[in-house]
């Protein structure tokens, strides 16, 4: 089959799971989408884990307006086909934050780049791609604290009144410091150095607790 015929065959298995009342649910939420057939995330990772890794047909995937297709994507993604160059591409993607943690959580958290990932994503993208980029770092082996420190001051910067942007700084700061108890010392150097914001006092109140 081509990938066209591959699509469709995927989506007929996506559209038995249908659920009408879940996509009306999240369009009322603002997790719009072009399409959206309402499967649960869980229903969507039973279908693509039958499916092999295949980068090229991912991202034809992801290219299309139907949320149980992008969401597929992600899955379908090698991890290890994925470097600085196909960054721009996944970024353009990220429509809201349900999609933006499913990419961290099955794709973004499994790459070889993910410092770099870091770098661009939280200094120069949108609210969704920096949130992805926190998310996916707070769950890849490979992420440093140093970087991390950087990642989490741009995107504070970048997007003070975000709670998304708040939670990930708290859940990647938390990563790095259960791997390196003394990150928690460099914590508070930059918490300091952020202006204050919605998204630093929800930073700060969250941390007070999760690392005393």
Same mark, same amino acid.
């Given at each position: 089959?081509?990938?066209?015929?591959?699509?469709?065959?995927?989506? +007929?298995?996506?559209?038995?799971?249908?659920? +009408?009342?879940?996509?009306?649910?999240?369009?009322?939420?603002?997790?719009?989408? +072009?399409?959206?057939?309402? %499967?649960?995330?869980?229903?969507?990772?039973?279908?693509?884990?039958?499916?092999?890794?295949?980068?090229?047909?991912?991202?034809?995937?992801?290219?299309?307006?139907?949320?149980? @297709?992008?969401?597929?994507?992600?899955?379908?993604?090698?991890?290890?086909?994925?470097?600085? $160059?196909?960054?721009?591409?996944?970024?353009?993607?990220?429509?809201?934050?349900? @999609?933006?943690?499913?990419?961290?959580?099955?794709?973004?958290?499994?790459?070889?780049?993910?410092?770099? @990932?870091?770098?661009?994503?939280?200094?120069?993208?949108?609210?969704?791609?920096?949130?992805?980029?926190?998310?996916?770092?707070?769950? !890849?082996?490979?992420?440093?604290?140093?970087? $991390?420190?950087?990642?989490?001051? !741009?995107?504070?910067?970048? !997007?003070?009144?975000?709670?998304?942007?708040?939670?990930? %700084?708290?859940?990647? @700061?938390?990563?790095?410091?259960?791997?390196?108890?003394?990150?928690? %010392? +460099?914590?508070?150097?930059?918490?300091?150095?952020?202006?204050?914001?919605? %998204?630093?006092?929800?930073?700060?109140?969250?941390?007070?607790?999760?690392?005393?």
């Amino acid at each position: 089959m081509d990938q066209t015929q591959r699509m469709i065959a995927l989506l +007929g298995r996506m559209r038995k799971q249908m659920n +009408g009342a879940v996509a009306e649910s999240m369009a009322t939420h603002n997790q719009k989408y +072009g399409l959206n057939y309402g %499967v649960s995330i869980a229903t969507v990772r039973e279908i693509v884990a039958e499916e092999p890794k295949d980068y090229a047909f991912a991202k034809y995937l992801y290219t299309q307006q139907v949320r149980e @297709l992008k969401l597929a994507a992600c899955h379908i993604a090698d991890p290890k086909c994925l470097d600085t $160059a196909e960054f721009a591409f996944w970024a353009r993607g990220i429509v809201n934050a349900e @999609l933006a943690e499913e990419i961290a959580f099955a794709l973004l958290s499994k790459i070889y780049d993910i410092n770099s @990932l870091m770098g661009v994503w939280c200094t120069e993208s949108s609210e969704m791609v920096a949130y992805a980029a926190l998310m996916a770092a707070a769950r !890849n082996e490979r992420t440093t604290s140093e970087v $991390a420190f950087i990642a989490v001051e !741009n995107a504070m910067r970048a !997007n003070p009144e975000s709670e998304y942007i708040a939670h990930g %700084v708290v859940t990647l @700061l938390c990563y790095v410091a259960s791997r390196d108890m003394s990150v928690k %010392v +460099g914590i508070p150097v930059v918490m300091e150095r952020i202006a204050p914001s919605k %998204v630093k006092g929800i930073v700060e109140e969250e941390l007070s607790w999760r690392l005393a």
